[in-house]
């Protein structure tokens, strides 16, 4: 079973909190994941200082696979000449040189696509045709059917089903039916600044009506920018992956507890079909939420 810490929209500037940072780092450790995504955001204004102190915070990290992906907010928004000319030299420089990235870890391909639009979408972000045959390509590579296929992006690909609307990605629903020919069984992303945990099905029928994919959104897990129903609070989502079955529990941070709590428990058969009788570990697991409670942190 792989055992995934999904993190977001960090916000390093004046939004970070530092006391959130300090549990957050606490939780990873306790946790001790197989892998963690931070899916963009890192600074608040693309700062050179500030990505910076977003490296050293990742650096703290458990000595696990990070994938990373870059947010609206680690371009420049009101230095033109940079936004313009070379708008992730900061990024590059203290985050990760490459911006699309394939991470292999036991049991799963995780493709990170740069969603960020400096020139043309400051906000709402774009995915490419070329970034989606990228993704083919990587998940073409594929051989073992067990091996789960990850989509990490900033910007989201579902609009939140909440009482404050953000409109997805253009050309989303494009990429969600691409994603679902190549069998893509989970998106991680963030930008919302609350999470929305559920199933592509849920907001849009595709072109293929027997396979969905899991979506899950963190809301920003360090900052002070929380929005909705996650108004002023902090999120994570952990995820335990099996080949038969995806679990996502969402965290939030409570001041009177001083840590990140479960919330809610949501619970997906991979592709949309329950493991088999005598199906084994992997998926017997799925069938007794008994054995824990609390994702063992």
């Known amino acids: 079973m792989i055992s995934l810490l999904h993190v977001s929209d960090l916000h390093f500037g004046p ?82 040189e490459a911006l699309d990235t394939i ?61 404050e609307s953000a409109d997805p990605m253009p050309n989303a629903r494009r990429a969600l039916d691409a994603f679902t020919d190549m069998r893509v069984d989970l998106i991680l992303g963030g930008h919302l600044h609350r999470a929305y945990i559920g199933n592509s099905l849920d907001v849009y029928a595709g072109a293929d009506r027997e396979h969905g994919i899991v979506i899950a959104q963190s809301g920003t897990s360090t900052s002070r920018r929380g929005r909705a129903r996650e108004r002023e609070k902090n999120s994570l989502n952990v995820l335990r992956l099996t080949p038969t079955g995806i679990r996502v529990t969402h965290y939030m941070y409570f001041e009177d507890a001083g840590d990140f709590v479960p919330t809610s428990r949501h619970i997906f058969f991979r592709r949309g079909r329950p493991p088999l009788e005598g199906a084994g570990e992997d998926g017997a697991i799925w069938m007794d939420e008994s054995r824990e409670t609390n994702d063992g942190v």
């Open 103 to 163: 991470t292999d870890i036991p049991g799963a391909r995780i493709v990170a696509l740069n969603s960020t639009a400096p020139l043309k979408a400051t906000v709402n972000g774009r995915i490419h045709q070329w970034q989606i045959d990228y993704a083919r390509e990587a998940f073409a590579a594929v051989t073992d059917e067990k091996t789960l296929r990850i989509i990490v992006a900033h910007h989201h690909f579902a609009p939140p089903p909440d009482f």
């Open 15 to 96: 939004p970070f909190h530092e006391g959130v940072g300090r549990a957050l780092q606490a939780f990873a450790h306790r946790l001790g994941p197989d892998c963690i995504v931070a899916s963009g955001d890192f600074t608040q204004r693309a700062k050179e200082e500030q990505f910076a102190a977003a490296r050293a915070f990742l650096n703290e990290f458990p000595k696990v696979p990070i994938v990373v992906t870059p947010g609206n907010h680690d371009v420049p928004l009101m230095r033109i000449a940079e936004r313009v000319l070379d708008p992730y030299k900061h990024y590059r420089r203290h985050i990760n």
